[in-house]
């Protein structure tokens, strides 16, 4: 585990605080750690899609892109 400093909006403090009174976390820390958790796989999420991304535009910068694209008339009939 590591020690990290972070600055947070007022919000999530006191989303924090309220956890802390409500029993659901023990402490600050625990709180934060808490949210983190539930929002990291959609974070997860992000970052692939993203890197995927990045490796194609890579891939066609260096290899130009692919020679048959779809067109309109094929994207429409493959919709249906």
């Known amino acids: 585990m590591r020690v990290v400093t972070i600055k947070v ?3 999530i403090n006191e989303v924090a605080e309220e956890m802390i009174r409500l029993g659901i976390a023990r402490s600050k820390n625990e709180a934060f750690n808490i949210m983190i958790r ?3 796989n959609e974070v997860k999420r992000i970052v692939d899609k993203r890197k ?3 490796e194609l535009v890579e891939r066609w910068q ?3 892109l692919p020679i048959e694209l779809p067109n309109s008339n094929k ?3 493959d919709r249906e």
């Open 52 to 54: 995927k991304v990045n």
């Open 75 to 77: 994207i429409i009939a």
């Open 62 to 64: 260096r290899e130009g």
């Open 9 to 11: 909006n007022d919000d």
């Open 38 to 40: 539930k929002g990291l």
